[in-house]
């Protein structure tokens, strides 16, 4: 069933992403949530407008009270779940083997990357990023160890969001998806695609057969430990934040829109 | 021979022009490595106090940003509504939210090197990128920092690490709050938030 809708999914969410660029190009200032390129300049002074023309990213958010209410659910899963289990994982585990299951994670996303690097016409990095992968796969025993990486072989994470990204296409509108968190029309569209080409994930487009090259429990396992991982390396910079921020939802908003600009600019 | 007269007054202007703009690219660089190597240094003095060692990092922290610039810049379009007291009260309550949010967390950088390996120009600001290395591992972290000359001084004006902007992010996170709970409620929990920012300074 899964199939079938996925390749819609995808359809609907990309089509979604190119009609609100339209959208956010000639109704801006009608957003019933936040717009901050909407903010009329708030001084006249040209350092403030100089500064503005080089730092600041759009923010597109219009259904900021639903996402705020996915964002709170999202921050009680968070805290009363996903932390305390990726806290347990920091104290039971050593460094060394948390680092094998992060190599080991890390090197499954290659391929991807690598593929996106390809299409966005970065032949060095995709290069590098698909050298990485096959050294760690081999010498490095199925990704566990980073000899590559040892090797100072240094690449850039790509993903279909930033292929888009490259190609021009705005971030869409902010979206705070359960369980998930942070996103937008756009990477939410990259999402789906990365996943619908990522032999791991499943066999999406039935190559050799329509049986999944991997087997469900085993791609849930994979997932979960994927999670834990970046939730693990995440533990101090959001406890940082939480503890920081007059408005947790805002700061994690704006934080997520400029990194995914800065990757894209990468 | 009056063409190549004037190529040679040209030549030299322009030249002289160039270089005046690399010494100030140099200066920035003096001027940001400077700075980290202080704290790295403070924060790793085992003469002084924990403290002393925050004293002193919030001091460096103090003179090196323009933090009225910043206030007003974080402020965005509250700026223009709000009342001149209230822009007055926020911007000295920021200094004093920046110092002492920002100099007890550098305190724990302990790191091997900093080292600033580029500088550019954009649109009137300086940008500093640069390299630091903590003690505890191999790989450096990447930041950069924006630069502005004001009255022959240089100061900070914006701290970027992983593509976020410090005062961009504050900006988004300050209005958001404003608008939610008003000016006076949020001065307030800002207020609060120094004081207590100032106990855990002296514990």
């Known amino acids: 069933m899964f199939r079938i809708y996925f390749p819609s999914i995808v359809f609907l969410l990309t089509i979604f992403t190119y009609h609100n660029q339209v959208f956010a190009k000639t109704a801006t200032n009608k957003s019933a949530g936040t717009d901050i390129k909407s903010y009329e300049a708030f001084d006249d002074e040209e350092d403030f407008e100089n500064y503005e023309a080089i730092n600041i990213v759009e923010i597109k958010d219009p259904l900021e009270k639903f996402n705020r209410k996915i964002f709170v659910f999202n921050d009680s899963f968070d805290k009363y779940f996903l932390e305390f289990v990726a806290r347990a994982y920091r104290e039971e585990l050593p460094k060394p083997v948390r680092n094998v299951v992060r190599n080991f994670v890390t090197n499954l996303s290659l391929p991807v990357s690598a593929f996106n690097s390809a299409l966005q016409g970065k032949s060095e990095n995709s290069l590098a990023t698909f050298s990485h992968f096959l050294i760690n796969s081999t010498i490095g025993i199925g990704g566990l160890f980073n000899v590559a990486g040892e090797k100072n072989i240094r690449y850039n994470q790509e993903d279909f969001g930033q292929t888009l990204g490259h190609y021009g296409a705005n971030s869409g509108i902010y979206i705070m ?90 | 021979m009056k063409n190549i007269l004037l190529g040679i007054v040209f030549i030299f202007f322009t030249s002289s022009a160039l270089a005046q703009d690399n010494t100030k690219l140099d200066q920035v660089k003096v001027f940001i490595n400077e700075i980290g190597s202080q704290i790295i240094k403070s924060a790793d003095d085992k003469k002084l106090s924990v403290a002393q060692r925050k004293a002193k990092i919030i001091s460096v922290i103090d003179e090196s940003i323009d933090a009225d610039w910043i206030a007003r810049f974080v402020l965005g379009k509250n700026y223009r509504t709000m009342s001149e007291e209230h822009k007055a009260a926020f911007t000295k309550l920021y200094r004093d939210f920046m110092i002492n949010t920002y100099g007890p967390k550098f305190q724990s950088y302990n790191g091997k090197r900093f080292d600033v390996t580029d500088v550019t120009e954009q649109n009137g600001f300086y940008i500093a990128k640069a390299e630091f290395l903590p003690k505890d591992s191999n790989a450096a972290i990447l930041v950069s920092f924006r630069v502005k000359e004001r009255a022959n001084k240089l100061v900070i004006l914006d701290f970027i690490a992983e593509g976020i902007s410090l005062i961009e992010t504050q900006r988004s996170e300050f209005n958001s709050a404003i608008s939610q709970k008003g000016v006076d409620k949020f001065l307030e929990e800002l207020k609060n938030r120094i004081e207590k920012l100032k106990t855990q300074k002296t514990n």
Request: hydrophobic share 40%.
């Open chain 1, 177 to 266: 998806i359960p369980f998930l968190g942070p996103s937008s029309t756009r990477d939410l569209t990259g999402l789906a695609v990365d996943k619908s080409i990522n032999p791991i994930e499943f066999n999406s487009f039935e190559v050799g057969g329509k049986e999944d090259l991997i087997e469900m429990n085993y791609r849930l396992a994979l997932a979960a430990t994927t999670v834990v991982d970046k939730r693990e390396a995440l533990l101090d910079i959001i406890e940082d934040v939480r503890k920081d921020s007059f408005d947790f939802y805002a700061t994690l908003r704006s934080a997520y829109i400029q990194k995914r600009v800065a990757e894209i600019k990468n």
